[in-house]
């Protein structure tokens, strides 16, 4: 990171990955015979306070899913959602 702002950046990549490791978001496990790892990449994002100004640095680890095949690389699936952003229409 060559950013004059490395050092933020490089704070909220500590912060996301304690928040990871503290809520046993995943386990270390080998890799089955034949099947590949998901990679990840980071998602860097500025969050801005009312008056525009910078108030928090933002990173993400996400991985990427869509280079995965059932069967092969996972056999169960179960999709993880935030309540909020559940929506129920009422006719």
């Avoid at 990840?40 to 640095?57: A, H, M, V």
């Amino acid at each position: 990171m060559q950013s004059k702002n490395a050092i933020l950046w490089k704070e909220a990549i500590d912060d996301e990955m304690d928040s990871l490791i503290e809520n046993h978001t995943w386990e270390l496990v080998d890799v089955l015979e034949g099947a590949k790892p998901t990679s990840c990449k980071w998602i860097f994002k500025r969050k801005l306070r009312p008056d525009g100004t910078i108030g928090k640095y933002k990173a993400r680890l996400v991985a990427k899913e869509f280079s995965q095949e059932k069967s092969i690389d996972f056999f169960n699936y179960t999709p993880v959602y935030r309540i909020t952003t559940i929506r129920v229409l009422i006719a």
